[in-house]
């Protein structure tokens, strides 16, 4: 299978994401390496955990990290989540433990310890752990496989603030860091995963599996849908996270470029604006692969029927 470290802010969309993962054997997770953003680290790192006992593997390791941006104040999004990030189903205290090493010194020790190339991060959410291990440890940098993020927009521009999706804008010093890593950075940005809505049939879809994920996932993107629909009338709520995963089990659903993207880290207008060559006017260098387009229906048919492996 292929070793991935989960770094994320669950969140709703994260939550499925992790799903995904666990249910699918083609992947190892090594760990689950949680970051302040949708809600602060208290949260992100305790909803991780509620997850894996959510998916019967209560043996996933996770860990706590940078609890705030490298260089800002944290901003949350509880407006879209919910006050415990996870809002929905009924939450429970998880007894699985949380890891007592640092997030950011698991990232750095476990690219160290594995082959070179045999490791990939997956990231969900702002990208300050991920940021701070590749300043700290640049010797990590090479020996990534591959980096596989939500975040970003092209055309769709932004969520939080008008120019900035939100994941980029907590943190754009660290995604400037990341993308400029010279690692290989493949991205799902709001343009592709404003395709993949959670529609009403979809949603019914995951509570007919009848199981203790499928109703805790119907109820997680039932709240999250309600978001949407009530503010922009859309047919279903975006379900951003997982479409990093299903790239990883399924690249045919997805196309893309692969092109200059540059984070803007300084203007209060359009702070944390991904600026992406996608029409390659510029001749600046290369550097992310922007997924633009995804097979919803592919997408949600490997959703369900791996969500149906679980408890
Ligand atoms: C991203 O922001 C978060 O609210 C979601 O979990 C997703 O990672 C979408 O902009
Ligand atoms: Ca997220």
Redesign the pocket.
């Known amino acids: 299978p292929r070793k991935i470290i989960i770094d994320t ?1 669950p ?1 709703q ?2 939550a499925v994401a992790i799903l995904l993962a666990l249910a699918s054997p083609e992947l190892e997770v090594l760990g689950i390496t949680a970051v302040a ?2 809600v602060p680290l208290g949260l992100t790192q305790k909803n991780a955990r509620i997850v894996c006992e959510v998916a019967g593997r209560p043996d996933v390791r996770v860990f706590a990290g940078c609890d705030a941006p490298m260089k800002r104040k944290l901003v949350t ?1 509880e407006h ?2 919910g006050r415990t990030g996870l809002d929905g189903p009924e939450l429970f205290e998880p007894t699985m433990p949380l890891q007592s090493r640092h997030a950011v010194d698991f990232i750095i020790d476990t690219l160290r310890d594995e082959p070179p190339g045999t490791v990939t991060l997956t990231t ?2 702002p990208l300050t752990n991920v940021a701070t291990a590749f300043h700290r440890a640049p010797d990590i940098v090479p020996r990534v496989a591959e980096v596989v993020s ?1 975040g970003g927009a092209y055309f769709e521009v932004g ?1 939080i603030t008008p120019a900035a ?3 980029i804008y907590v943190d754009p010093e660290a995604a400037e860091i990341v993308f400029k890593s010279g690692a290989p950075v493949t991205i799902m940005p ?1 343009d592709l ?1 404003h395709k993949a809505l959670v529609t009403k049939p979809r949603n019914d879809a995951f509570r007919a599996l009848g199981t203790r994920t499928g109703t805790f996932t119907a109820e997680m993107t039932e709240f999250f849908e309600r978001f949407d629909k009530e503010k922009y009338g859309s047919e279903g709520a975006p379900l ?2 997982p479409t990093v995963i299903a790239y990883l089990l399924a690249p045919d659903l997805f196309t893309g470029r692969f092109i200059n993207v540059e984070v803007e880290t300084t203007s209060d207008l359009t702070l944390g604006m991904t600026v992406a060559d996608w029409w390659r006017v510029t001749n600046r260098d290369e550097n992310a692969t922007f997924m633009g387009d995804i097979d919803a229906d592919g997408f949600f048919s490997l959703l369900t029927e791996r969500l149906a492996r679980l408890p």
């Open positions: 802010d969140g969309d994260d953003g949708n999004a879209v989540h969900l959410g939500m969520n999706e939100f994941n709001l995963t951003h996270d």
